[in-house]
């Protein structure tokens, strides 16, 4: 079970500064929620935590992700082994469509050539039971992974992350395309993978973040242009009652811009 | 007060009534303007078929408009118009397509037998009904498939480092020489293989330095299509294989590309359908000859196009039957390779 420790992380789009200066610990075995208004940066900054964010042409960042005291922006380290331990889940349902449900699941495993053909088969079980799919899709592993509905799609897209056993699992805004039962679905979701994954989400829907989250981290910025910046984190309990800033109350309460 | 359009939609629900053109009064507006050209053609000193039928075409569609203007109103004259305007291309295509394809088949099927399939011209004399294009057949397979797999795979692998890692000068460099490549004229790669290889390395003809040629009229196409087709993957499924711990190279050959390969293997298909009629660059590579030649990499070889040229250029009757069956072989050949290579994608492609 990891930790993560982010120290004075800014991030960079070309000349463009996201993100300044975020200082922030991840709890293993917790739900933390990082909230707060759109383009603040919290996609930019969840991804500097599995170093997806310097897949951007000419994207760029500063400072130390510490997984379990290693930085894993240390010289030396592999950005592919990263992310194999850092699973990451995308807003948008993104199912490779050339791939069966089957095959989806298996994909993280098969690509990386460490799984026999033979032994793949109990594992995808495994990822799509712990996804809450596999009585859905159990008689139809064959077909396409295009073929679910939106929600289905998504839960498609978590067992495929948890299929290469991450230690610690992102999720950007995992349920804005989905309809409120499949969000519900999800959320559920959540709370049983929390016992196994250190858990990340993204969210701007403020009572997801109080339903699942144990900690929460409210970001924002000052005005349009300028970096976001990480303005109080605590237990989610405490950011939602007696928040310490001023900003993140009136965020909370509705009163926000 | 003035009422805004909308809101008097809302109060009136006739408003939102109009009316409809029923398929008789469509047919019969279009009729009558045809009846009113034919008349005019019959009273007046108007001839000419082609006059005839463009007048007649004008004067049915203006009927059947002007009906639609009176009956439901400007916004769809312009749909119909527009409508007009698609089905008289496509069904101009569709002639011209047809009327190549019919007539070649009319043509060609006279001297198509089995005889014709499984024999060459060796030894068979312009005025002779014999002889076949067995041999032809066999060097245009040949020649065709050697040059697909030197421009194919080659191709693939530019257009990759074009979308997926090429930027700055080099890309660029790339990007016009590929630019400038799909302007070559055919004979143009013919001669430069006749002069460096043919030649110049005293390889002397054959259907491999004919295969060379091709290759390079079918690189560029190969590179462009694929190039277009890759860039439309979308990145999320690029980022979602990253995330997956998965190598840039691996997602690219495991994710990229399999999903964009319906439409690359449409490209190459373009490219050899297009090289497959080629002739110019041919007379200098594979030159061209009578008897069988299974072995593409010494001495010269015939080619589908090089006979139909052949027996074309000749006065007599058997010999330009054995033609147009070539021509017909050839553009079978061509449809054969693309419904192959649609099948192997197809697997390669649920739904
Ligand atoms: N690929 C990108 N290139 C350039 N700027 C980007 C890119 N992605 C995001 N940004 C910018 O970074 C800022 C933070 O964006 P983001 O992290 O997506 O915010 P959030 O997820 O909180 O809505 C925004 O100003 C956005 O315009
Ligand atoms: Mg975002």
Redesign the interface.
């Known amino acids: 079970m990891k930790r993560i420790e982010a120290n004075h992380v800014s991030a960079w789009y070309g000349t463009f500064k996201a993100v300044e200066d975020v200082t922030l610990a991840i709890e293993p075995k917790q739900v933390t929620a990082l909230i707060g208004p759109s383009g603040c940066g919290k996609s930019t900054f969840i991804r500097t935590l ?1 170093r ?1 964010h310097e ?1 951007i ?1 000419g994207a760029r960042i500063d400072g130390e992700v510490l997984l379990d005291a290693e930085d894993i922006y240390a010289s030396g380290i592999d950005p ?6 850092i ?2 889940v ?1 807003q ?1 349902p ?7 449900i089957r095959d989806n699941v298996s ?2 495993l098969r ?2 050539g460490t799984r026999k053909k033979a032994e793949l088969d109990p594992i995808v079980e495994r990822a799509l039971q712990g996804a809450g799919l596999w009585k859905e899709v159990r008689d139809r592993l064959d ?2 992974g295009a073929s679910l509905s939106g929600g289905q799609q998504q839960r498609l ?1 978590i067992a ?2 948890i299929a ?1 056993e991450p230690q610690v699992l992102l999720m950007d805004e995992p349920c804005s395309a989905l309809d409120p039962v499949s969000t519900l679905r999800i959320e559920d979701l959540i709370a049983e993978l929390k016992d196994q994954y250190t858990i990340v989400i993204v969210t701007h829907n403020m009572q997801q973040a109080a339903r699942v989250s144990d900690s929460t981290a409210f970001f924002t910025l000052e005005v349009a242009g300028d970096p976001g910046r990480l303005v109080e984190v605590g237990p989610t309990s405490k950011i939602f009652t007696k928040p310490d800033d001023e900003r993140t109350e009136a965020y909370i309460t509705g009163r926000f811009g | 007060m003035n009422m805004s359009k909308s809101a008097q939609a809302i109060i009136n629900p006739s408003v939102l009534r109009c009316g409809r053109l029923g398929p008789g009064q469509a047919v019969a507006a279009t009729a009558g303007g045809v009846a009113l050209a034919a008349l005019a053609f019959w009273l007046t000193p108007l001839q000419g078929r082609a006059g005839f039928l463009l007048v007649t075409y004008l004067a049915g569609t203006t009927g059947y408009l002007l009906a639609a203007s009176k009956i439901e109103g400007r916004r769809s004259v312009v749909d119909r118009l527009a409508a007009v305007l698609m089905v008289t291309t496509v069904g101009i295509c569709l002639l011209a397509l047809g009327s190549v394809l019919i007539y070649t088949a009319v043509r060609g099927v006279k001297a198509l037998d089995w005889y014709f399939f499984t024999h060459s011209m060796n030894g068979v004399g312009p005025r002779d009904d014999a002889g076949g294009a067995y041999h032809a057949i066999v060097g245009t397979l040949q020649q065709v498939l050697l040059a697909a797999l030197f421009a194919v795979p080659s191709g693939l692998l530019v257009a990759i480092y074009l979308t997926e890692y090429g930027t700055g000068r080099l890309a660029s460099l790339v990007r016009t020489v590929i630019d400038v490549m799909v302007g070559i004229p055919s004979i143009v790669a013919g001669l430069f293989i006749y002069a460096f290889w043919v030649l110049g390395l005293r390889r002397g003809f054959s259907g491999l330095a004919a295969a060379m040629a091709l290759a390079i009229l079918m690189l560029p196409i190969v590179v462009r299509s694929a190039e277009e087709m890759i860039k439309l993957v979308p990145p999320a499924l690029r980022e979602a294989a990253y995330a997956l711990g998965i190598p840039r190279w691996r997602a690219i050959l495991r994710v990229v590309l399999p999903t964009a390969s319906a439409g690359i293997t449409t490209g190459v298909m373009l490219a050899v359908a297009r090289v497959t009629g080629e002739t110019a660059p041919l007379l200098l590579t594979a030159f061209g000859f009578d008897s069988i030649q299974n072995d593409p990499f010494s001495g010269p070889q015939s080619s589908l196009p090089l006979f139909v040229f052949g027996q074309a250029s000749s006065a007599f009757s058997a010999a330009v039957d054995r033609a147009w069956a070539g021509a017909l072989t050839l553009i079978a050949v061509v449809l054969l390779l693309t419904v192959a290579a649609r099948l192997v994608t197809r697997r390669n492609r649920l739904v």
């Not at chain 1, 993104?94 to 069966?100: A, D, L, Y």
């Open positions: 599995n997806m897949v042409p592919v082994s990263v992310r194999r331990t699973g990451m995308f948008r993104n199912p490779f469509p050339t791939m069966s994909a993280g690509l990386n077909r396409p897209c495929r992350a290469v």
